[in-house]
Each structure stands twice: as structure tokens, then as C-alpha cells.
């Protein structure tokens, strides 16, 4: 039995400080204001709405704005969608400082399509489904920093996402189908070079694939490559 973990005191959560979200790919945390309007909210107002959840208690609304304001504050009014995908595309890894404006918003849609909230969707359609959720989680820790309600238990089989047999054994089929792939193109290409003949059959090896369910199987080794999980944060 897992025993239960005691919540991290909110430390750098207080009045004059700003919520920021840590994404994969990015060199720095961003705002989350800065996140926000890279989704396609348009005004700090509809932040507070769905930070609030249809709440009309005037205390905890007040404890809650006392938490977001400072955030709300630096919104940049003039700052649109394009130049907030920008900002985010000039952070990411690996990007060139001679990129250009389009090649910084590709890279910025490709990061928010595969790190924040990929289940949801990565459609222009299920942004503001994200915009909705992410302001359902800050509600969510504003509520545990007040003592509104007790914090997650992390251990608990409810807070956890599952990776189920049928998604396991795609994503490693398609890694060793990809495998196999590279190995009869290599064998091929070798061959050519040298200038000899070559049979298909000899050249194919099932093994790889075959080899490859069953270490899996009998170890429950899922991982990509050697020490990575195939999902962080997935129970398999």
C-alpha cells in the first residue's frame, strides 16, 4: 500500500507573484498569462470567469483575485495571438536566432500541440477547451493554498492515467517496425555498394520484431530506448 505524500508548501504562491507553467522544449518557464493568449484568450476577464467556475462567494472570489491579480496585471493588451505564439517560439530549444516569424509560430504550435493538454486535442477547435482547463486547475491549487479542499493524493489509483495493453503493444510495434525498416534498408544499401546480390529473405530478420514482444512481455520493459519510460507520469 502506498502511503500518502505530504503537500509541498505553496512557497513562491503569494500576493506579487505571478503563475508560471514549466512546458517541455522551453528553455525558461513562461507566464501563464503569456500561455493563455498563445490559445486565444482575448481579455483577463474571461480569465477570472473560468477561474471561478460559476463561484459567487465574494470571500473566496476576493482570496482568488488576491492570488491572480498580480498575473492579470501584466497582461499585455497589445500583445495578439501571433505575437504571443512569438514569444513562446523564440524559447524553444533548438531554435535558431535567424528563424523567421512563420518558422517561430510553427515551432510554438507544434510544442502546445504535443506538451499541454495533448489529450484534449490539437485542433484550433479544443484550444479553448485548454484555456478552460488550465483555468480549472489554477482554481484547483487556488483552493488547496486557501484550504478550500485537502491536496491530490498523488499515489492514488484515481489521479493516475493509464496505459492500457492495446496502446502498449501499438507503440512498441511501431518502434520495431521502424527498426526492422531501418536494418533491411542498411543491409540493402551495404550490399548495392558492394556491388553483390542479395535475397530479401536473408535479408529480413523477423527477429527483431519477435524478440522485441517478448523481452517486452516478460520484463514489462515498455520503454523506447534503454532507461525511458514510454509516457512520464503513466501507470502501464
Known amino acids: 500500500m502506498g502511503c500518502k505524500r505530504e503537500a509541498k508548501p505553496f512557497k513562491n504562491l503569494q500576493c506579487g507573484k505571478q503563475f508560471v507553467v514549466v512546458i517541455p522544449r522551453l ?4 507566464p501563464l498569462i503569456l500561455l493563455l493568449q498563445a490559445l486565444g484568450c482575448t481579455c483577463p476577464e474571461e480569465v477570472i470567469t ?44 533548438g531554435a535558431s536566432l535567424e528563424s523567421t516569424l512563420q518558422e517561430r509560430i510553427d515551432l510554438a ?27 480549472y486547475m489554477v482554481r484547483k491549487v487556488c483552493d488547496v493554498y486557501f484550504g478550500l479542499r485537502p491536496p491530490d493524493e498523488r499515489d492514488n489509483l484515481i489521479n493516475k492515467r493509464f496505459e492500457l495493453a492495446g496502446t502498449l503493444f501499438l507503440q512498441l510495434f511501431k518502434r520495431l517496425w521502424k527498426q526492422l525498416s531501418f ?11 558492394m556491388g553483390v546480390g542479395y535475397d530479401i529473405k536473408d535479408i529480413i530478420k523477423p527477429s527483431i520484431i519477435t524478440k522485441g514482444f517478448m523481452f517486452s512481455v516478460a520484463t514489462g520493459n515498455w520503454a523506447e530506448r534503454k532507461g525511458a519510460s514510454v509516457s512520464a507520469g503513466v501507470s502501464q
Not at 493588451?77 to 513562446?88: G, V
Not at 536494418?183 to 555498394?193: A, F, G
Open 27 to 30: 528553455h525558461k518557464p513562461i
Open 50 to 93: 473560468f477561474v471561478m467556475q460559476g463561484d459567487t462567494d465574494e470571500v473566496v472570489r476576493s482570496k482568488i483575485n488576491s492570488l491572480i491579480d498580480y498575473s492579470l496585471d501584466l497582461w499585455e493588451h497589445q500583445l495578439s495571438r501571433t505575437d504571443a505564439l512569438d514569444k513562446i517560439g523564440s524559447l524553444v530549444n
Open 109 to 135: 504550435r507544434d510544442v502546445l500541440n504535443d506538451f499541454v493538454l495533448q489529450n484534449i486535442g490539437a485542433t484550433p477547435e479544443s484550444d479553448w477547451e485548454k484555456i478552460r482547463f488550465i483555468c
Open 183 to 193: 536494418d533491411v534498408q542498411r543491409s540493402i544499401k551495404r550490399r548495392l555498394d
